[in-house]
């Protein structure tokens, strides 16, 4: 089954941009989404501290290289 993903997110009431970050990956080969997955990573950006919008991006980007890269036969 091949997944879509949408998303939305909120500044909130106190902060002037957003710092929250998503990724979302799927094998594209049906047969590997089968045996490896799919997954959606969010990181919320701690508006306020100083550059939360990297440190939340990091922290995705970082989630679905390790998601990417695992051994198959690792429990999820």
Do not use: C, H
């Not at 500044?11 to 080969?29: A, C, F, I, V």
């Amino acid at each position: 089954m091949l997944l879509s993903v949408v998303s939305q997110s909120s500044t909130g009431p106190k902060r002037d941009r957003n710092e929250d970050y998503l990724g979302y990956w799927q094998p594209s080969d049906q047969d590997e989404r089968i045996r490896r997955g799919t997954v959606a990573v969010i990181a919320d950006g701690l508006g306020g501290l100083r550059r939360g919008d990297v440190a939340s991006r990091l922290a995705v980007e970082t989630a679905l290289a390790a998601f990417q890269g695992a051994d198959l036969d690792t429990s999820p």
